[in-house]
Nanobody, 124 residues
């Protein structure tokens, strides 16, 4: 499994923006399937955005048009640009990666590498 380290979380007001980063050690993101998940205490981890090894992107309906997943292959960093943030986006966000194509991009068990999680808080 790759070591993934997230950064960029914090607190913002409704309508604000944040960009999360996820740096990977070892193998590059170039051929990996990657994703962002989030989790509230007492709730299941839910998929937010995914970028498969074949270039296909998937977004949760709740974030379509507001969040963008991307990766910088040269720097080996995965990003999640979050705009127009809402209080319901408050959660701990996790990046995930796997060396192969995933069939279910929002199924946590598809990914073998995970970041430690980073908090995003959106106040009204």
């Amino acid at each position: 499994a790759e070591e993934l380290v997230e950064s960029g979380g914090g607190s913002v007001q409704t309508g604000g923006s944040l960009r999360l980063s996820c740096a990977a050690s070892g193998s590059t993101y170039d051929t990996f399937s990657v994703a962002w998940f989030r989790q509230d205490p007492g709730k299941e981890r839910e998929g937010v955005a995914a970028l498969d090894s074949d270039g296909t992107t998937t977004y949760a309906d709740s974030v379509k048009g507001r969040f963008t997943i991307s990766k910088d292959k040269a720097k080996n960093i995965l990003y999640l640009q979050m705009n127009s943030l809402r209080p319901e986006d408050t959660a701990t966000y996790y990046c995930a990666a796997d060396a192969y194509h995933v069939w279910r991009p929002f199924e946590p068990n598809e990914y073998r590498s995970w970041g430690q999680g980073i908090q995003v808080t959106v106040s009204s």
